[in-house]
């Protein structure tokens, strides 16, 4: 008889909605605003450590006047990186994102770690554009 009373209020707790399953939506960081959003994961990423000049060497200091303007990876000799902000200017937010899905070679920036957060990935454009060239 217990296992038929279980039944029954698991039956009714479906018919009440409590044991709906919905499809979760992807992971992304939730602001005030996709430009917010987008601040947020350009420092917590570390996307200035590499695009911005003086980044590390001043502890994060640098105004965000000068961000992702480009630069060296910290380190004798690093290579240059790209201005982040004449990137994003040089394309669509689709075609920004894309680009992240399309990252085959190695590389020191995290690739992988952006791939499936299209709703990030958005937001750091919405950012980078924001900034201007």
Request: hydrophobic share 45%; with cysteine; aromatic share 10%.
């Amino acid at each position: 008889m217990s296992r038929f009373v279980g039944f029954l209020t698991v039956a009714f707790l479906l018919a009440l909605g409590f044991g709906t399953i919905e499809a979760a939506a992807p992971p992304h960081v939730a602001a005030s605003s996709s430009l917010e959003a987008g601040k947020y994961l350009v420092v917590i990423a570390g996307c200035n450590h590499c695009h911005t000049q003086g980044w590390a060497a001043t502890g994060g200091k640098v105004p965000q006047t000068a961000w992702l303007k480009g630069g060296h990876v910290p380190g004798p000799g690093g290579p240059p990186t790209p201005n982040l902000r004449a990137v994003a200017a040089g394309m669509s937010r689709t075609a920004f994102v894309a680009q992240f899905h399309a990252k085959q070679r190695p590389s020191a920036m995290p690739w992988v770690n952006l791939q499936h957060a299209d709703t990030d990935l958005g937001a750091i454009y919405d950012f980078l554009r924001s900034l201007k060239t």
